[in-house]
């Protein structure tokens, strides 16, 4: 199904579903539309116009005289917060979804999390749970953990294995999912503590997606308000002893660095990162 490009013109009556119009261009002084629309319409200008529709997303209408009857699908502004548990990996996460936010926190870790999606701010799946008669469906979507969409009405499970992260219009579309890290260097007291280098240990090598192997790493000296660009690593899938390592990276001071690793897949898993304060070449 196709969007309806554009319509102009002095009598018409089109009838559409799905985005996909039996008369895509017409002219017409008075138009009515009568529609079911998973997509806009580029736009409508027309002198008298009345719609009467189910939209997901809303078009661009130009005209003098306008009547909508509409039913919309979208983001509601919920004055609550909502909150749901799942366990996965053996560890129980706790979600908290607020409007502008959702805030998962790691009960076995005990730290908290922002997760989003790939084109929002927040994670789009609303509620779940971990679907316990599911047991041979979750061996082959990679969890028994089932999850809604607030907007579109759609089931996902999660795919802890997967790379990229379904799309939350439900066109089918996948997108690379950014991962963010952070890690603090403490230093008190007035001397400047030299920092030579800085290792990420992990899932080396275990590279599922070739155009998605970038490791970012950055460094904050005010307290996370600007950052540094260290450089970007990139990781060879199969070579399992390979070095994600950043070499000299100045001077550390009071109350610390704070460390940003990024990357949108290619580290699976992060083990942990070293910070080098001597010169290890030097003999002691």
């Not at 929002?120 to 469906?137: A, C, D, F, M, P």
């Not at 991962?179 to 990420?200: D, L």
């Not at 001071?253 to 992060?270: A, E, I, S, V």
């Amino acid at each position: 199904m196709a969007e309806t490009p554009e319509i102009r013109g002095v009598q018409g009556s089109v009838t559409a579903v799905g985005g996909f119009s039996e008369t895509p261009t017409e002219r017409v002084w008075s138009f009515s539309a009568s529609a079911v629309v998973n997509y806009p319409s580029d736009s409508l200008d027309t002198q008298t116009l009345g719609i009467s529709a189910v939209y997901r997303q809303a078009a661009q209408l130009e005209a003098t005289s306008l009547s909508i009857t509409a039913v919309t699908r979208g983001r509601v502004k919920a004055p609550w917060a909502l909150a749901w548990t799942f366990t996965l990996d053996g560890h129980d996460y706790y979600v908290i979804n607020l409007y502008d936010e959702t805030l998962v926190y790691d009960l076995s870790q005990g730290q908290w999390y922002s997760w989003a999606d790939a084109s929002e701010k927040i994670w789009h799946l609303r509620y779940g749970l971990n679907w316990v008669q599911t047991s041979e469906l979750a061996f082959t979507q990679g969890s028994n953990i089932i999850c809604g969409d607030d907007t579109t009405g759609a089931l996902f499970f999660l795919d802890p294995d997967k790379v990229t992260d379904d799309s939350s219009l439900g066109n089918g579309l996948e997108h690379p999912f950014e991962r963010v890290v952070y890690g603090q260097m403490p230093i008190r007291g007035n001397a400047a503590v030299p920092c030579y280098g800085v290792q990420v240990y992990g899932s080396l090598g275990e590279v599922q997606e070739p155009t998605l192997t970038a490791i970012d790493l950055e460094f904050s000296d005010d307290q996370g308000n600007t950052f540094v660009n260290c450089g970007t690593i990139d990781m060879d899938a199969g070579d399992y002893n390979q070095r994600l390592y950043w070499r000299s990276l100045g001077h550390m001071r009071q109350p610390g660095r704070l460390f940003k690793l990024t990357d949108f897949g290619g580290l699976r898993r992060l083990d942990g990162i070293d910070i080098d304060d001597q010169d290890l070449s030097t003999p002691q």
